[in-house]
């Protein structure tokens, strides 16, 4: 639970698929949750609104509609906790990302220990890796998608947007919130990409889904998760040929080579 990308709280704003990222069946999420407890599965539950976070585990998930977080061992998150409006959970189980919230937790003890007693979500996001997660580019490296885009007066103009991740089949972009509209089902013809050492690829994109990203310091993202279409037939080539070379640079910095 130490990544950023763990520690980053997630959002689903809008997508052309609610239940393949939302579980709301009471039976299912109480399945998946007391999976959770079998596992012993930590996580990371962040105070929200607010930056503050700490590490813990699901206890029991009880019969009564309730279930039971495991406290800490310091004094002063124990404090807080039990003063927070609502705490996100976030973990992993299979290398799928599990995501709730509970409200208002009350501080009971539980075996001798602090603990906090929390109604059950009324909802579960779950996303697996293959889904949300691609080969994320280098923060070091500019990677970027221009995007044409008409305003409400008839005006055409161009955005530069910021590429998060990429894969054969589609990219996700940053969005600044409050700037630009994406919404499931809209397409942007004539998008250009322009990674490091390829010449620019035209495209066009497809939403399929947006996500609030908001990170350990509070800061807010709007990702937004579109299909590649028309893509040229050598651009395939092309991007899987950056994401090899992405990939090897990261492995030999990982075994300390580069």
Not at 74 to 102: D, G, K, P, S, Y
Not at 178 to 192: K, Q, S, W, Y
Not at 220 to 229: D, K, N, T, Y
């Amino acid at each position: 639970m130490s990544t950023d990308t763990d520690l980053t709280r997630i959002e689903l704003l809008s997508t052309e698929d609610d239940e393949r990222y939302q579980v709301r069946d009471p039976i299912e999420i109480r399945h998946l949750l007391s999976t959770l407890v079998t596992r012993r599965a930590l996580i990371t539950a962040r105070q929200n609104p607010g930056n503050q976070s700490f590490l813990t585990a699901l206890l029991a998930v009880n019969n009564d509609g309730t279930l039971l977080l495991d406290g800490s061992a310091e004094e002063t998150i124990n404090e807080w906790v039990q003063m927070a409006a609502q705490l996100t959970c976030i973990t992993q189980l299979q290398n799928v990302r599990i995501q709730f919230n509970v409200d208002t937790p009350v501080r009971i003890a539980y075996e001798g220990r602090p603990a906090f007693r929390t109604a059950l979500p009324g909802s579960v996001l779950r996303l697996q890796r293959r889904e949300f997660y691609r080969l994320q580019t280098p923060v070091t490296q500019t990677v970027n998608c221009i995007i044409p885009l008409s305003t409400t007066t008839g005006t055409q103009v161009t955005v530069s947007v910021r590429i998060i991740d990429i894969s054969g089949g589609g990219v996700a972009v940053a969005v600044p919130p409050r700037e630009m509209e994406f919404a499931p089902h809209m397409e942007f013809p004539g998008c250009t990409l322009h990674l490091p050492d390829v010449e620019p690829i035209s495209t066009r994109l497809v939403v399929r889904n947006v996500f609030r990203l908001v990170n350990r310091n509070g800061v807010e993202m709007l990702r937004a998760g579109c299909q590649f279409l028309d893509l040229p037939a050598h651009a395939d080539s092309q991007i899987q040929r950056y994401i090899l070379k992405i990939e090897r640079e990261r492995n030999a910095r990982e075994r300390g080579n580069y």
